[in-house]
């Protein structure tokens, strides 16, 4: 008894040293993102400075103030590359909390699962409302059957801005959908899933309560339609 509660113990130190690590890699990851954000308008206020502009000079350096503050992002340089990189860490740290989770699972660390399991549902929601989603290239959501078995999956292919296509896959349907994000919500129009098997159908993609749910709800030609919780692979 005494040798499994060492090894338990062991364990959960392991998990824990690896999701502390990860917390740090992703606030590095942040700064260091942010720290390039901040370095182009800078360029840019220093071209200001130059040129005598002292009206364009205020303006950005209240915008670097206003990032370096608030995390609001400015509107004098392009944000996609950050947008990508703040994305990219979450997704990593997100993956971190579920491999703990399921750590704890394993050595009968109930309590400890249950607790980071909620720091990871809180992570997303937070994510959410500051207008960060997973919907970058490569990810994947999966629906699974009351039996284990997946029988439907959803690949992001390529991203533009708030424009995104995914890869449907099912038992009976094959379609590459075109979608559009708006509010946290991704959406398209049946003309917008072209069938490569099966019917078309238009539908939506949301965050769904739990880690890694997201609710998508399918609207057919036929006026029938379902809504299922699909969740995101590695957690």
Known sequence: MMRFAVFTVGCCLVAGGLLAAAKGEFEKSLTVARGKLVAAVQKKADAARSKGDLVE??????????????????????????????RKARTKLEEAYAAAVQQYT????????????????????????????????????LYKSATGETTAEMSVLSRNANSIKLKYTSTTITALISGKLEGGVLRWAITDAKAERGVPFGGSMELAPGPGRYKVTSKFQSGNSNTRDFVRKGL
């Open 106 to 141: 394993k050595e009968g660390a109930r309590e400890k699962a249950v607790a980071t399991l909620a720091q990871l549902d809180e992570f997303e929601l937070a994510g959410a409302r500051s207008g960060y989603d997973p919907y970058l290239p490569g990810a994947t959501f």
């Open 57 to 86: 000079l205020q303006q950005l350096e209240g915008q670097i103030r206003a990032l370096e503050s608030e995390g609001k992002l400015p509107a004098a340089v392009p944000t996609q590359v950050y947008d990508s990189d703040v």
